[in-house]
T-cell receptor
Framework: AQRVTQPEKLLSVFKGAPVELKCNYSYSGSPELFWYVQYSRQRLQLLLRHISRESIKGFTADLNKGETSFHLKKPFAQEEDSAMYYC????????????WGAGTKLIIKP | DVKVTQSSRYLVKRTGEKVFLECVQDMDHENMFWYRQDPGLGLRLIYF???????EKGDIPEGYSVSREKKERFSLILESASTNQTSMYLC?????????????FGPGTRLLVL
């Protein structure tokens, strides 16, 4: 079965410290993976997708097919990074539906 | 900029009432989605539509129905609201095109069923 697991419900780090939000997936085919972010009182929006291979707001995520992971990383956390982060998977036969993780709330302490 | 709007930010309804949640997008997207967002459960797909009058059940369709009479509008209907349908409801839209799968979300409707 297709599944996305975000093992941490809550992650709290100090400003300036490195951040890693974990995402593991279960899918036998070739997935497309996404990170979405929801800042306080804002709508959910795309942060980045693995196919783009880009860095957004200092965040990067590498697809590791061997470990079936797509962890989100940032070397130096900023207070404005505090938000809810969701990892999502799109299967190749899914009609563009996404399978979502439960989300990780990231709190950056000053 | 893609704009997805939802008819209400907050709704309070009584058990047994019929509830309509409306979503409108202005970017000519084929795909539209209704999700529930609950703490610790993430986003769960209720229904999905890939074209006018077309709909597919998501993971939790029970107690809900949808209507897509026009491309830009996707309505979620709670036929007889129950307290366990108290939640945040999110609408999203996307293109039906490989490489363009980004989902654009509305601001959400927080529904309280008493």
């Amino acid at each position: 079965a297709q599944r996305v697991t975000q093992p941490e419900k809550l992650l709290s780090v100090f400003k300036g410290a490195p951040v890693e939000l974990k995402c593991n997936y279960s899918y036998s085919g070739s997935p497309e993976l996404f990170w979405y972010v929801q800042y306080s009182r804002q709508r959910l929006q795309l942060l980045l997708r693995h196919i783009s291979r880009e860095s957004i707001k200092g965040f990067t995520a590498d697809l590791n097919k061997g470990e079936t992971s797509f962890h989100l990383k940032k070397p130096f956390a900023q207070e404005e990074d505090s938000a809810m982060y969701y990892c999502a998977l799109m299967a190749s036969d899914s009609n563009y539906q996404l399978i979502w993780g439960a989300g990780t709330k990231l709190i950056i302490k000053p | 900029d893609v704009k997805v709007t939802q008819s209400s930010r907050y709704l309070v309804k009584r058990t047994g009432e019929k509830v309509f949640l409306e979503c409108v997008q202005d970017m000519d997207h084929e795909n539209m989605f209704w999700y529930r967002q609950d703490p610790g459960l993430g986003l769960r797909l209720i229904y999905f539509s890939y074209d006018v009058k077309m709909k597919e059940k998501g993971d939790i369709p029970e107690g809900y129905s949808v209507s897509r009479e026009k491309k830009e509008r996707f309505s979620l209907i709670l036929e007889s609201a129950s307290t366990n349908q108290t939640s945040m409801y999110l609408c999203a839209s996307s293109l039906w095109a490989s490489g363009q799968e980004t989902q654009y979300f509305g601001p959400g409707t927080r529904l309280l069923v008493l």
